[in-house]
């Protein structure tokens, strides 16, 4: 069964109104089980930001996941979920007192940290804590760079891992986050090597780890094809098998879990003939859901729901914001379009609504889950 059918998502409307994110759990379910078949051996920590419904938590709790939370606000989440704290990790490496505070008071309490100055702020919860140090390996084949902000420098990590040992603060492994929607597996390969390095030192000095966490950053299709899941996972597990065989080891994957489970429609509001071209106004855009478009760098597919006539013309799609800047696509090919004609864009569910703002108060869009 197509899952996102015209004809269902034309019902969908009817019943609901546009703008409608559709969240499909059956999606959510099929890309939680093929990551899991290509990385068998490995635990895999949903990123909430990417995606932070309750449905999708919900489904994937049901599956046995694990969660990967950065802020008190998904702390309590998970926990509406009924997700036990010792199926959560906290990943941000700059916290307050109050955040580890909040994390602790809700029994969560493996972290991660990149610095000194993050280490320091363990040293009062000595004994309830155990901390996974995060290592920087900017990727260039990465869309979206998260090197450049955290992650300590790989040559540094003996020495953080050193320091902690000083202060009786106990670290149980490495991670890292090679960037999201990478498009080779080759960084990967490379940080697991460093890694193995890095144990290995430890081990010399008496120092035992025993976690590895890969982070994120599985590719998704949008409007670009990208490596099947089982390819791009390959040399990883090979990588992982040969240097980890003994070692738990973690993935915290965002983007890839949610992002095909999620389709928006919009409706045209209005159209004008400006600067030579057609140019559309949607009634969701880029202050809403295709946010993603700014902060993501996503491209996303777009097509027109029944369409009527199939000579496409270069086209302007704007947003409903007053501001300029609000434009979705600044030359895209589509047909002639009616006010309340339906364009759908598919790939929308990771960095789309959570990222969205209200912004000349229009709402965020409704999410309506399909199954
Ligand atoms: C610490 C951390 N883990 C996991 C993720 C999820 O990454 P992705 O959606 O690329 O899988 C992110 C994304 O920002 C992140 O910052």
């Known amino acids: 069964m197509d899952i996102f059918a015209e004809d269902r998502i034309q019902d969908i409307v009817a019943e609901h109104g546009a703008p409608v994110l559709m969240l499909s759990r059956e999606i959510i379910r099929q890309q939680y089980q093929s990551l899991q078949k290509a990385l068998p051996n490995v635990d895999i920590y949903y990123a909430i930001k990417a995606q932070p419904e309750l449905a999708v938590l919900e489904t994937l709790k049901e599956l046995g996941s694990y969660f990967d939370v950065c802020t008190n606000l998904e702390i309590d989440l998970a926990k509406s ?51 996974v140090l995060r290592l920087g390996f900017r990727s260039k084949d990465a869309i979206v760079d998260l090197s450049r902000k955290f992650g300590a420098q790989p040559e540094t990590g003996i ?88 070692h738990r080891i973690i993935c915290e994957p965002g983007r890839y879990i949610a992002g095909p489970a999620m389709q928006l429609v919009t409706s045209v509001m209005g159209k004008a003939h400006r600067q030579h071209r057609n140019w559309y106004y949607l009634d969701d855009g880029l202050y809403g859901s295709y946010s993603g478009k700014v902060f993501d760098h996503a491209d996303y597919p777009l097509h027109v729901l029944n369409a ?49 703002t209200d912004f000349n108060f229009f709402p965020k869009t409704q999410i309506i889950v399909i199954d």
């Open 81 to 131: 979920a009924n997700i036990a704290a010792d199926q959560c990790m906290h990943t941000h490496p700059v916290k307050k007192d109050t955040d580890i505070q909040h994390a602790l008071k809700n029994g969560i309490n493996l972290f991660v940290f990149d610095t000194i100055s993050e280490l320091e702020k363990f040293i009062p919860y000595k004994d309830q804590v155990e901390l």
């Open 308 to 356: 009527r006539n199939n000579e496409e013309i270069p086209s302007v799609v704007a947003g409903p914001t007053c501001d300029s800047f609000d434009v979705i696509y600044d030359n895209i090919l589509l047909p002639d379009l009616e006010v309340g004609d339906l364009l759908v864009s598919s790939a929308m569910g990771a960095y789309t609504s959570s990222t969205a």
């Open 159 to 246: 020495a953080l891992i050193d320091k902690a040992n000083d202060l009786g603060l106990k670290v149980r492994g490495l991670s890292f986050h090679v960037g999201s929607q990478n498009l080779s597996p080759y960084i990967y390969t490379d940080a697991i090597h460093f890694c193995r390095h890095v144990f290995d030192e430890c081990s010399k000095k008496g120092i035992h780890l025993d976690i590895l966490d890969i982070g994120g950053g599985f590719p998704i299709a949008y409007t670009e094809r990208v490596l099947d899941i089982d390819e791009f996972c390959g040399p990883i597990n090979e990588h992982l098998a040969d240097l980890f065989a003994d």
